[in-house]
């Protein structure tokens, strides 16, 4: 049975890391400490009870026993007779989603898009073949609907749920935007031939270039808009009361691979690009037509993928630099005048090419990322990074796909590497993490979408699979 952090022996003053066995393994270089205000924020919602650090003062930092815990709310040392929200996720969060896997499904397509829905009751798996399956988590992962996406250009390159799970939103290489009603009867979704599958176009007016396509795209908390990024370098946004396109900007000098909501107000926007920058848009005072709120810089390739905190302060970034990087909106600047110089003097491509080994140890000049994150791969595809829930684990780690098949998951204060899953064949795109129990789905290019639980659920594992690797195409985000 695995378990993380069984009192201190698996920790070594915030240097040592769990790996897929349990094992320790320590980082080459040691981790720049994250900035003092989000190691804090993360403690208190993470860390050991208010009581366990004036008795401990020297082990403020290490788990406290499920033992101890117990024996303290049995005796009141809270004075509250209960668990708080932050001695829940500091009990919970030991207890890792490692075992496994045990196989969800597996198809002869491959896995884009992984996704459960804001209160877990629903999975959705996006595949490059046009299916688009969301499973019933509640009624042992019963295909709920299988959607056959309309005017697919490429493959499913993302999809978002409605905050009410009505409805599910799916893109392609292409600006229209498809919506289906995932409530309605039948199992089998074949646009406009068992249901219809409304069509939001994203071309604004003025729009006069090239047909593009679009990377990403989130539900506002309210349900009522939709913020997606696009290969013509533009956020767009889309006001679903009205049905119409709200705005366009022209936020960056590359594709826009990544779009979020920072907050549940919808005013603030974060977006990644190619152009290796994070930017910051607040609806509420746009300074001057598509000009940004803020700038921050750190990456040294483009971004893939963002993911918000949740509290408008904070948010993650996976970069083609192989990093994830941990940013604070207000260190960030209002423009982007820092002299590279001749940093990058190599030739590459990520769909083909393996990261020049020159290029790892760079750092950039100007960096205002507070804290970065190595161990995966970023290859091939547009690989996703999220924080780890607020309700079981308050947030304390990081998790990652990896093109070398891996999901990894970080420590959020330490940097350490937790854990390091190993199933897949093929590149893990895209993985996530259940809002309240310990359960990550991972989903591949090898087709397999597959489940780590803690403990288990009796069944036995999946076996490891030879499965051939599927051919590299020449267009692969």
Known sequence: ????????????????????????????????????????????????????????????????????MLAGREGNFSGRGRFSAADCCHMLRRYLPVNGPWLVDQTTSRAYVSQFSADGSLFVAGFQGSNIRIYDVDRGWKVQKNVLAKS???????????PDQRYLVYTSMSPIV?????????????????????????ISNDYRGYSFGIFSVKFSTDGRELVAGSSDDSIYVYDLEANKLSLRIVAHTDDVNTVTFADES???????????????????????????????????????????????????????????????????????????????????????????????????????SVATYKGHSVLRTLIRCYFSPEYSTGQRYIYTGSHDSRVYIYDVVTGT?????????????????????????????DGDVVKWEFPGNGEAPCPMNNKRVQRQYYYSR
């Not at 697919?152 to 409605?162: A, G």
């Not at 009867?185 to 406009?192: G, P, V, Y």
């Not at 899953?421 to 259940?434: A, E, F, I, Q, Y």
């Open 178 to 202: 498809h919506i289906v009603n995932v409530r309605s009867a039948t199992t089998e979704s074949h646009a406009n031939v068992t249901e219809i599958h409304e069509g939001l176009d994203f």
């Open 152 to 162: 697919l250009r490429w493959t499913v390159t993302d999809t978002s749920l409605s």
């Open 266 to 368: 919808g005013n603030l926007i974060y977006s990644g690009s190619d152009d290796n920058l994070c930017k910051v848009w607040d609806r509420r005072c746009f300074i001057a037509k598509d000009k940004p709120a803020g700038v921050l810089m750190g990456h040294l390739e483009g971004i893939t993928f963002l993911d918000s905190r949740g509290d408008g302060r904070y948010f993650i970034s996976n970069g083609k630099d192989q990093t994830i990087k941990l940013w604070d909106i207000r260190k960030m600047s209002s423009n982007t005048s820092c002299n590279l110089g001749g940093l990058r003097n190599y030739e590459w491509d990520y769909r083909w090419n393996e990261y020049p080994p020159e290029a790892r140890n760079l750092k950039h000049p100007c960096d205002q």
């Open 1 to 68: 049975m695995s378990w993380v952090g069984i009192e201190s022996d698996l920790f070594d003053g915030g240097n040592a890391a769990v790996t897929e066995a349990g094992s320790s393994n320590r980082p080459d270089k040691p981790f720049r400490k994250v900035d003092d205000e989000i190691a804090q924020l993360t403690n208190l919602r993470s860390g050991p009870p208010d009581r366990q650090r004036q008795l401990m003062p020297r082990k403020q930092q290490l788990p406290v026993s499920p033992v101890r």
């Open 417 to 445: 590497q937790v854990a390091v899953l190993k199933h897949h064949t093929s590149p893990v795109r895209d993985c996530s993490w259940h809002p309240n129990y310990p359960m990550l789905v991972s989903s591949s290019w």
